[in-house]
């Protein structure tokens, strides 16, 4: 292969650097005015009366918008529970829920404007935690629940409503009898464990440009799910699809945070309030209060065999939603369905919880709850190692599922092997040699840690479609719904196309995003880019090139079949033609077009728990070696190896580039990321506050593993990645931390500083 | 018919209103640069040097362009001949060429530094008129013509290429034997014509702003041929059209003056040079130093017998073809076969010439070639007809040709019935009951003139390409490459998908015009938006259609046949569903969607003299009833009678807008419209010197008849029209003015004011 498995320089990359991307925080149109909002000050109480005079009278305010004037159609969303609204309705349900929004002609009078707003709220009684939301007679964040979605799961999975209650959202996951399974076990093993949450924190906040513009709706948005803010506005605004458009400029990261509404709503209100186009940018701190990754207590208690074979899992998970759903339920869901961990057992029983509480909203991060859980099973491990005086490799290696065996009864096959993955983990790391407890200088301590992980490969349930177009002079256009975020897809995709069709990658280009032109997608998540979209790239490429040998045997007078395409050229036999040759004499003039299409959705299978097999298994390994200050409780990591299977890579640069992004996420997590809350209020919304990785803090021993073990439903065997590299870190730091002092960490974060 | 033959309100028409509407000149882009051009001072030299090195120095200024540093891989370009450069090479040929370009951070820095850049110049004898430029070593606008383009003929039609002369293009168009007609004529009568040069003067002047982004070249661009544009930039700067995408906002008119490239190639080449987006925006007199319509000079002979019969014509045309060739060479061979009129002529021959000369460049403008020939036949018949004494309407209603009848062996048969179409313009004037050589009060005297033109419809050799999806909510969009520029096309083209899909017209929408996403058309020109790519739209629509209904068989469970859509409902017995139920029950969740695809184009047919039938026959029949004073000259036109034939009115309200349009724009050129130049200086490139008609000009009574013959080959039987009202207008007024003062107009302008 020319194109794929080439480290191509980025497409994107050069702009980005020279800062000449255009981000829609960069957009200036015409009139355009600047909107800020106003967020509850309160956690949880009911709003009595807006009074916006003052703000309206102020020079320079354009209009000021609230749930008395909003005028739309519907004013909740929600993807899995319609609990959301623009602005806040009858109550307020957070510290930073949004009440009320300004445009003015600059951003400093809409900034002043929204101080003048004067809300009168009765308070109403909180609850912050999971253990105080569940109390018998908890105020209750939501009366009512609107439009909760059915997921409708296969056989083992289960959705269980709870109404009158937190609970936004129950899953179950049953097989085999863990009764039983406990009554066979020698031992039974219980921990629980905390997890933190934490903000995504991605460059660029979120921003949108609203523009209602005769006919139709344009939303610039920094967005990673174009196509369902469309639906979202439509339903909103009560418009046809054909009249909102969203277009997706360079976007600066999104790691889950950019899914679904966030600023598009109160902009477009705006922009159709004033007759202007309308830019709503979030600060770094607004951000903070508008979506992290929950907070999560796992327990799991494990029947095992005195040889440390396991019988029998019970898992816990509670995650911590906040006080609106988002994608909180598929987050639950995931990490109910990954609780177990990557290993053999036969009775298992796991019941995950999402619930409602006074505090910012959880949703989709960056290992879709898979970091929470893993955690805690991989952590878990280790102590029954422990207890059972077994090598925590070991116990590893006699538990984990083999290639081919079941994960779960009916879903996908295990794609890679994973324990040749572990042996080289720990050999990079030097298991057999670890200087575990060894005491350095002074009150310094060394150890090391391992951990295993595995998630299932997200977008099931989503069609992808794609088109490439080949025009008239032999030049290529690819057209997907997938965001570029930062993963480098553009330039993997446009690998793809330049593979299939046989042209130089230059040749080939990747449109901008908008969803008036861009065939269907449902959003940029869960790894799935490559995996489902690529499949629908590549058949459109295929689609194209079909087209393509059908005009070269019309112009070659040669059959299809006996036709090569070759580095831009179509021959047969001695005859060679440029790709614009064969264009051009086929279609005459300048007129002709190939327009290919590729559609790709995995169907339903009602064996599987979650009611569709995972496409692929995203697996996360890891080992670190630490170094403990026993005085000052300090954690420096000072080797960390990581090791995912990419199935094939596309671009190996690339994947490289994103295992060791997803393992500093995990870093931060490990060692010090955490939102911390005092009555409701986030203390630490900012970079001062809030410690992320820097690069002071990445091991100077650094080493990522990419297998290509060829097993995954995308191009050329390619797997989903990039989320895998997350899941092992913190039990990984955690178990070090302990072989280093023989103290146990079961909540994170581990860290003093 | 629910959707079409309404007059619904136009969908732009608000925002446009509003002053909502956003056009290229209103866009502002995140470190966007402005250009200014310096423009030739002098009509024909050769450029020794160009100093910059002031303008370079001046605060503000980013870069300055000039032929030493354009770096193309092509500086020259042009639709017909490529004679024009980017950035004059090695010579300006006429006062307004440009030289040099500025890109500056402020308009007012890049006007600045213009001025500071020298220019030596090697002045060289220069030509102003035909008679000029076709003396014996005159000298030359350009020594050699780099790929002038064979338009390949049919039977009858010739073009002639004249090396080492001013002579830029050359039409013969021969039938029957011309010596021998005058032979068998009675009589022959012999005049010659001259009509001025006017400017399209549309109220947005070329305006474009280009960024070089990454691997992506984009313009946004007032532009009538996106394409076309897309094509010339792509071989400029030597990229891949997947890399050149170019998007068309609003556009404020364009009448044939924004076809081809104008602003783009400087503009890009500067935001290449500077990294930055560049907007370059010309004033109102740089348009009239851009382009405009070819001053013509028309002798036409013909032989009659003696009851007014004509029986051969010798026609002879030459335009001023200007500096340039742009368009002119189409333009010149429209009006050469053009040239004798829409009678029966045994015997013709036509020689139509384009003449470089070191003026503005003369180039498509609404009528292409159309008002000069017709003002030239149609007062030579009246001419004809006073010297044999006969009616000038009877000697009309002699030649006219009959419905069926050929204008032209091989050519479409005329498709509508001239007859009856003068009949009525003669009956609305109330010719028999004409006033003329009438003294009313003082020095003023009234008079009546008619006139009956015709032209082919454009839009030959012209692929059309349609796109129309029906989105998940059956919510409709249509994609076409025809650019609204004000004739209302993207709400005819609404009208017609709605009728074809059964749907109300607010579920259609009408795509932005983006190249990297619109599927392929050539250019909006020649009328030919309605008659060609409306089939290209009706065929989409229908193609959607096709696709729809299969969706709805497989819900309704119905053969596709019996299956009814009415009103946004597809019915089978007496179920009902809306297109959203059969869409969403048919693909399921929010994926679906539906693309549908129209082709059309014409025919080469060898047989016809231009090589391609034309797709119908767009006439333009006038009458005016005018008062002159004869002390003054003054000449007013009080009443005006339009007249043309639209197959069928998609849209009854724009149709008579767009012909009341075409008239008023004779109105200016038959009696103040006129470029004077004095050695080559454009005087009058401002409106305070160059009259362009005003409300106060249009006559007082202003009829427009459009009839309705249903023999169109566009959607339901629609012809394009716009053009044809333009034809008529000055004969007619000047048949008047003969009319009521016994003076023949051969020259125009009319008024001395």
């Not at 950019?258 to 951000?287: H, N, Q, W, Y």
């Not at 629908?536 to 059959?559: G, H, I, T, W």
Request: hydrophobic letters at 40%.
């Amino acid at each position: 292969m020319s194109a794929v498995g080439v480290s191509l320089e980025r497409i994107d990359g050069a702009e980005k650097i020279a800062g000449r991307a255009v981000y829609a925080g960069d957009l200036r149109l015409p009139g355009m005015a600047y909107a800020k909002v106003l967020r509850s000050t309160v956690p949880h109480a009911r709003i009595r009366r807006i009074d916006c005079a003052k703000a309206r009278a102020m020079p320079g305010v354009l209009g000021v918008l609230t749930r008395d004037n909003l005028h739309v159609a519907s004013n909740s969303f929600g993807a899995y529970v319609r609990d959301q609204q623009i602005l806040a309705g009858e109550k307020v349900r957070y510290i930073g829920d949004m009440v009320a929004a300004v445009a003015a002609a600059d951003r400093g009078s809409a900034a002043a404007a929204v101080e003048l707003i004067d809300v009168d709220y009765e308070e109403l009684p909180a609850v912050y935690t999971v253990e105080d939301a569940l109390v018998k007679n908890a105020p209750l964040v939501h009366e009512t629940l609107e439009n909760r979605k059915d997921p409708g799961y296969g056989r083992g999975g289960k959705h269980i409503v709870h109404d009158h209650s937190n609970i936004c959202f129950h899953f179950r996951h049953e097989r085999g009898d863990v009764e039983d399974g406990f009554l066979d076990s020698d031992q039974i093993f219980e921990d629980s464990f905390h997890f933190p949450s934490a903000q995504h924190y991605p460059m660029e906040p979120h921003v949108c440009v609203a523009q209602f513009e005769g006919e139709v709706l344009t939303v610039w948005s920094a967005t990673q799910s174009p196509f369902p803010v469309r639906q979202e506005l439509a339903r909103i605004f009560g418009l046809p699809f054909s009249a909102v458009r969203v277009i997706v400029p360079s976007v600066g990261g999104g790691y889950g945070a950019k899914s679904g509404i966030k600023t598009e709503g109160i902009a477009a209100c705006l922009s159709r309030m004033i007759g202007r186009p309308v830019k709503l940018a979030f600060g770094a701190d607004e951000t903070f209060k508008t979506i992290c990754q929950p907070r999560a207590k796992v327990t799991i208690k494990t029947g095992v065999k005195k040889d440390g074979t396991f019988v029998a899992r019970h898992c816990e998970v509670y995650l911590n939603g906040g006080a609106y759903a988002n994608s909180g339920p598929s987050v639950t869901e995931k990490a109910g369905y990954r609780a177990h961990g990557p290993y053999r057992i036969p009775h298992l029983l796991t019941n995950a919880y999402s619930v409602y509480t006074n505090t910012v909203p959880g949703g989709a991060f960056r290992g879709f709850g898979g970091p929470q859980v893993a955690f805690a099973y991989e952590t878990h491990i280790d102590m029954i190692a422990e207890r059972l005086g077994i090598d925590p490799f070991e116990i590893r290696m006699k538990n984990l599922l083999d290639k081919g065996e079941s994960f779960s009864s009916g879903d996908t096959p295990i794609d890679c092997d994973l324990k040749a993955g572990l042996k080289s983990v720990a050999q990079a790391i030097g298991w057999d040699a670890r200087p575990n407890g060894q005491q350095n200088s002074g009150s310094i301590k060394r150890g090391i840690g391992i951990a295993t992980a595995m998630k299932d490969g997200g977008g099931t349930n989503k069609p992808a479609n794609a088109a490439v177009t080949i025009f008239n002079d032999g030049s290529v256009l690819l057209s997907t719904g997938s965001v570029e975020v930062g993963q480098g897809m553009r330039t993997a995709f446009l690998q793809v196309v330049a593979e299939e069709l046989s042209v130089p990658t230059e040749r080939v280009r990747v449109a901008a995003l908008d969803t008036h032109y861009t065939p269907f997608d449902k959003g940029t998540n869960a790894s799935s880019a490559t995996s489902i979209m690529g499949q629908a790239v590549q058949k459109a490429a295929r689609d194209a090139r079909r087209q393509f040998l059908e005009a070269a045997s019309a112009v070659l007078k040669a059959p299809v079949e006996e036709i090569r395409l070759e580095n831009g050229m179509a021959m047969y036999g001695a005859q060679k033609l440029g790709f614009r040759e064969v264009m051009q004499r086929h279609f005459r003039d300048t007129e002709g077009e190939i327009w290919g299409r590729g559609y790709f959705k995995i169907g339903k299978d009602e064996n599987v728990p979650l009611g569709y097999p995972s496409p692929f298994w995203e697996i996360g390994f890891g080992a670190a070696e630490v170094e403990v200050d026993v005085e000052t409780g300090e954690v420096k990591v000072l080797r960390y190896v990581s090791l995912t299977d990419a199935g094939k890579m596309i671009n190996p640069l690339q994947c490289h580039a994103q295992d060791e992004g997803a393992a500093v996420f995990g870093l931060g997590q490990a060692l010090f990321e955490d939102l911390s809350y005092q009555d409701g209020q986030l203390l630490n919304s900012s970079l001062i506050d809030y410690r992320l990785p820097t690069f002071a803090d990445v091991p100077s021993t650094f080493t990522t593993f990419i297998m290509e073990g060829g097993g995954g439903p995308g191009p050329y065997g390619a797997k989903g990645m990039g989320e895998g590299g997350i899941l092992p870190v913190a039990p990984a730091v955690g178990n070090a931390v302990f072989a280093a002092t023989g103290k146990r960490l079961q909540m994170l974060k581990v860290s003093p500083l």
